[in-house]
């Protein structure tokens, strides 16, 4: 089991240009979800997908669409990079039993927006 | 509104001593709390959790203690080992799928 996946693993664009962050599981999970890690400001919430076909907005959804494309992936979509979007970009999902402890984070996708 | 903070960014022991590493919350709403270790270049891995009844849970060489009067969480590690230098992250988790994370600790255990 290759666990999470994130593509690519480095990006760099210039204001303005688009891009679509990709992960995928291979265990199964229900949920997943979208954080962005910001020096001195831990992992926040960008959306979260409970289920195939349904999505939620978390902390900090502006500026970001998502597609549950089905069960296995999920992906995050830039429209128009802002250089406050440069971040690293983390895909988590989460299975059964859906206790608190049964998240699983991919290595993460490195932002930066010129 | 920060609702898990981690008040020290970094924390430098000898190997064999304790670590202790500290989290601090102000949503009392929480289930669970729970810490991850972030190696460079990687992505968080859960370590161990605490459920928002109990005031312990051990697992090796990690200990979380939950202080709810005083709001506050910790981590002990001991003994330290070098390949415990990381970041630590500790998050409370409410509801069905929300987590809040702290800004992260970063361990250096020194050799």
């Known amino acids: 089991n290759a666990g999470v996946t994130q593509t690519p693993k480095f990006q760099v664009l210039k204001t303005g240009q688009s891009m679509t962050l990709q992960c995928a599981q291979d265990?199964?999970?229900?949920?997943m979800y979208w954080y962005r890690q910001d020096p001195g400001m831990g992992l926040r919430l960008i959306y979260y997908s409970a289920s195939e076909g349904t999505t939620d907005k978390g902390e900090v959804p502006n500026g970001y669409n998502v597609s549950r494309l089905n069960k296995r992936e999920f992906s995050l979509r830039l429209e128009s990079a802002a250089p406050s979007q440069t971040s690293v970009y983390f895909c988590?999902?989460?299975?059964?039993?859906?206790?608190?402890?049964?998240?699983?984070f991919g290595p993460g996708t490195r932002l930066t927006v010129l | 509104d920060q609702q898990v903070k981690q008040n020290s960014p970094s924390l430098s022991v000898q190997e064999g001593r304790i670590s202790i590493l500290n989290c601090d919350y102000t949503n009392s709403m929480f289930d669970y709390f729970l810490w991850y270790k972030k190696y460079p270049a990687e992505g968080p891995t859960f370590l161990i959790s605490?459920?928002?009844?109990?005031d312990k849970n051990e697992d090796g060489r990690f200990t979380v203690f939950l202080n709810k009067s005083a709001k506050h969480l910790s981590l002990h590690i001991v003994p330290s080992q070098p390949g415990d230098s990381a970041v630590y992250f500790c998050?409370?988790?409410?509801?069905?799928?929300?987590?809040?994370f702290g800004t992260g600790t970063r361990l250096k255990v020194l050799a």
């Open positions: 605490i459920s928002s009844i109990k």
């Open positions: 265990m199964n999970h229900n949920s």
């Open positions: 998050a409370g988790f409410s509801g069905t799928y929300k987590y809040i």
């Open positions: 988590a999902s989460r299975g059964q039993p859906l206790t608190a402890d049964t998240q699983y």
